[in-house]
Every structure is written in structure tokens, then in C-alpha cells.
């Protein structure tokens, strides 16, 4: 079977790749490499995320679900920095290089775990979790996710989520407002939807 960037451990060689890139008015630098989704530059979904994504009304911590090498994690956490925010990943090679990225961009209000989905992320509880799921993985796996999204919210806490039309937003749709009773299409974009679902 092809490695997929939410591999435990990566076999592709490393071959790590800098560069930098604008969000939310504020210019980052970020490491990537092979094994890891989304090499050469902040993807769009993810930018478009971290573009509409807005503070909960809660009080609580942040998770970044399925955060790679941590542009979302990072960007947020340095946009709001009364928050902390977790940053989870199955990839030991993207969690390592999300690590670096927030040292690099002098970002201390996060910490990282090593997590399929929510399996050491137990008994933790978040204010917003926001994810750009890894649509390969299946939708099984991806609905699995928004589940275990909603019961680790703290009432009145949000689930953002990006993903495109072609790549199932429509079920994405559907699943949240199945979950939540909620779901509003934040934005549209290119054919991504960002979507909010609130607990």
C-alpha cells in the first residue's frame, strides 16, 4: 500500500524544504518535507481556515487535529495568544517538524501530541477544534473524527472544519448537522467549504 501522510512513521526519504508565507497579515516561515501533507506551501484549504477561523466565545484550549507540519496551530496560536493550543498528528515526522515551525516563529503557547485521532488526547477538552481531515483516510475515518470532535467540546464549543465539494463537504455537511443539530457554511472558496458546527 502507498505511504500516506498520515503514516505513523514516514519511509520517504527526508528532504526538508523552508519557505515563507503570509497569513492573517503576518509573513511565517515554515519547514516541510516528504511523507508530510503539502510540501511546497501552505495548501489553500488550510490557508482559507486560518483566514475565517474566529475565537470562540468559550474560555479554553485549542486543538489543531491532524495539524502536519503546523501552519494552522502555529498561525493561530500567534493570533491569539491568551489561548493555548494543542497540536495532534498521527505523523511523528510532521509533528516533529510542527515543533520546529513554532520555535522557528517564536510561538511557546502550544504544546504537541502524538495521536491517532483522539487516542491520547483522552479526558481533554477544548474550546474550538479545527482540522483539515485527511480525506484519504476514508470517510469512516473522517467521521470518526467529527465524533470524537463533538464530546471533546466543551459546551457552546466550535468544530471548524475545511474541505472540498468534490472531496465530500456535502456528507461533511450532512454528518455535522446530524452531530451538532448545527452546521453553517462559513465561507466558499475555489470549492472548499469552511464549515461550523457548534456544540
Same mark, same amino acid.
Given at each position: 500500500?502507498?505511504?500516506?501522510?498520515?503514516?505513523?512513521?514516514?519511509?520517504?526519504?527526508?528532504?526538508?524544504?523552508? $519557505?515563507? +508565507?503570509?497569513?492573517?497579515?503576518?509573513?511565517?516561515?515554515?519547514? #516541510? @518535507?516528504?511523507?508530510?501533507?503539502?510540501? /511546497? &506551501?501552505?495548501?489553500?484549504?488550510?490557508?482559507?481556515?486560518?483566514?475565517?477561523?474566529?475565537?470562540?466565545?468559550?474560555?479554553?484550549?485549542?486543538?489543531?487535529?491532524?495539524?502536519?507540519?503546523?501552519? *494552522?496551530?502555529?498561525?493561530?496560536?500567534?493570533?491569539?495568544?491568551? !489561548?493555548?493550543?494543542?497540536?495532534?498528528?498521527?505523523?511523528?515526522? =510532521?509533528? %516533529?517538524?510542527?515543533?520546529?515551525?513554532?520555535?522557528? %516563529?517564536?510561538?511557546? %503557547?502550544?504544546?504537541?501530541?502524538?495521536? @491517532?485521532?483522539?487516542? %491520547?488526547?483522552?479526558?481533554?477538552?477544548?474550546?474550538?477544534?479545527?482540522? /483539515?481531515?485527511?480525506?484519504?483516510?476514508?470517510?469512516?475515518?473522517?467521521?470518526?473524527?467529527?465524533? &470524537? #470532535?463533538?464530546? =471533546?467540546?466543551? @459546551?457552546?464549543? &466550535?468544530? $471548524?472544519?475545511? *474541505?472540498?465539494?468534490?472531496?465530500?463537504?456535502?456528507?461533511?455537511? &450532512?454528518?455535522?448537522?446530524?452531530?451538532?443539530? /448545527?452546521?453553517?457554511? *462559513?465561507? !466558499?472558496?475555489?470549492? +472548499?467549504?469552511?464549515?461550523?458546527?457548534?456544540?
Amino acid at each position: 500500500m502507498a505511504e500516506h501522510y498520515f503514516s505513523q512513521q514516514p519511509q520517504s526519504k527526508s528532504s526538508p524544504k523552508t $519557505w515563507s +508565507y503570509q497569513l492573517k497579515e503576518k509573513v511565517y516561515t515554515f519547514t #516541510s @518535507d516528504h511523507g508530510v501533507f503539502s510540501k /511546497n &506551501e501552505v495548501d489553500y484549504g488550510t490557508r482559507l481556515l486560518i483566514e475565517q477561523f474566529t475565537e470562540p466565545k468559550v474560555q479554553g484550549r485549542l486543538l489543531d487535529l491532524g495539524c502536519g507540519y503546523g501552519p *494552522i496551530g502555529v498561525s493561530v496560536a500567534d493570533h491569539f495568544p491568551n !489561548r493555548h493550543v494543542t497540536m495532534a498528528d498521527i505523523n511523528q515526522r =510532521a509533528l %516533529n517538524l510542527a515543533q520546529e515551525n513554532a520555535a522557528m %516563529n517564536h510561538v511557546d %503557547n502550544v504544546d504537541f501530541v502524538a495521536s @491517532d485521532r483522539f487516542t %491520547n488526547l483522552a479526558d481533554q477538552t477544548f474550546a474550538a477544534i479545527l482540522t /483539515n481531515p485527511p480525506i484519504r483516510a476514508g470517510k469512516h475515518v473522517i467521521h470518526k473524527m467529527y465524533e &470524537e #470532535s463533538k464530546l =471533546a467540546l466543551v @459546551d457552546q464549543g &466550535e468544530l $471548524w472544519v475545511v *474541505i472540498q465539494k468534490k472531496q465530500g463537504a456535502p456528507s461533511t455537511k &450532512e454528518k455535522l448537522h446530524v452531530l451538532f443539530g /448545527n452546521v453553517e457554511a *462559513i465561507a !466558499r472558496s475555489k470549492g +472548499y467549504f469552511i464549515l461550523r458546527a457548534i456544540k
